[in-house]
T-cell receptor, first 113, second 115 residues
Framework: NAGVTQTPKFQVLKTGQSMTLQCAQD?????MSWYRQDPGMGLRLIHY???????DQGEVPNGYNVSRSTTEDFPLRLLSAAPSQTSVYFC????????????FGPGTRLTVT | QKEVEQDPGPLSVPEGAIVSLNCTYS??????FMWYRQYSRKGPELLMY????GNKEDGRFTAQVDKSSKYISLFIRDSQPSDSATYLC???????????????FGQGTRLTINP
């Protein structure tokens, strides 16, 4: 099992560009989520999904879109990148019965100039 | 006010010391209390979790939850240099409640164990 995979590992964007961060899991988990991690702020939830076709907003959803067409994939789209979106992004998954045990991907380090 | 507060440290202690990490929270609906460990440039991984109040022990690690005070702790006994990492507390409500299926994390405490 690869667990949770994220691509790319690093990305530099210019202000106003758009891009998609990819996340995939091979554990047949229903629950998937995206977090951003900034110094002194911990992990903040951006969006989450409890199953294919179902998504909901987290704490900091503005500027991000998600969709969940399959159980395995949960891409995060940045619509028009801003310097405030410079961060480390983590995708996580779990079974809905064990939300406390989130499996995290290795992260994507994004810099917006 | 943040729902979960955690002292970000950094905390530096000598090898073999007992380490105490703490979080406070404001949402009385939280039922699950977790501690995640994150090594540098890696994703967090679950260390321990506790449901409702009480203590839970796993080797050198002990998690405590005091719901009356809205306070949780993680103790590390006989700390080792390999325990050097950032420790994040996390909490969630009952998964059976609509909209409660999300984890709220503390800011994380960076811990260094010096040989």
């Amino acid at each position: 099992n690869a667990g949770v995979t994220q691509t790319p590992k690093f990305q530099v964007l210019k202000t106003g560009q758009s891009m998609t961060l990819q996340c995939a899991q091979d554990m047949n988990h229903e629950y998937m989520s995206w977090y951003r991690q900034d110094p002194g702020m911990g992990l903040r939830l951006i969006h989450y999904s409890v199953g294919a076709g179902i998504t909901d907003q987290g704490e900091v959803p503005n500027g991000y879109n998600v969709s969940r067409s399959t159980t395995e994939d949960f891409p995060l789209r940045l619509l028009s990148a801003a310097p405030s979106q410079t961060s480390v992004y983590f995708c996580a998954s779990s079974s809905t019965g064990n939300l406390y045990e989130q499996y995290f991907g290795p992260g994507t380090r994004l810099t917006v100039t | 006010q943040k729902e979960v507060e955690q002292d970000p440290g950094p905390l530096s202690v000598p090898e073999g010391a007992i380490v105490s990490l703490n979080c406070t929270y404001s949402n009385s609906a939280f039922q699950y209390f977790m501690w995640y460990r994150q090594y540098s440039r890696k994703g967090p991984e679950l260390l321990m979790y506790t449901y409702s109040s009480g203590n839970k022990e796993d080797g050198r690690f002990t998690a405590q939850v005091d719901k009356s005070s809205k306070y949780i702790s993680l103790f590390i006994r006989d700390s080792q240099p390999s325990d050097s990492a950032t420790y994040l507390c996390a909490m969630s409500g009952s998964r059976l409640i609509q909209g409660a299926q999300k984890l709220v994390f503390g800011q994380g405490t960076r811990l260094t164990i010096n040989p």
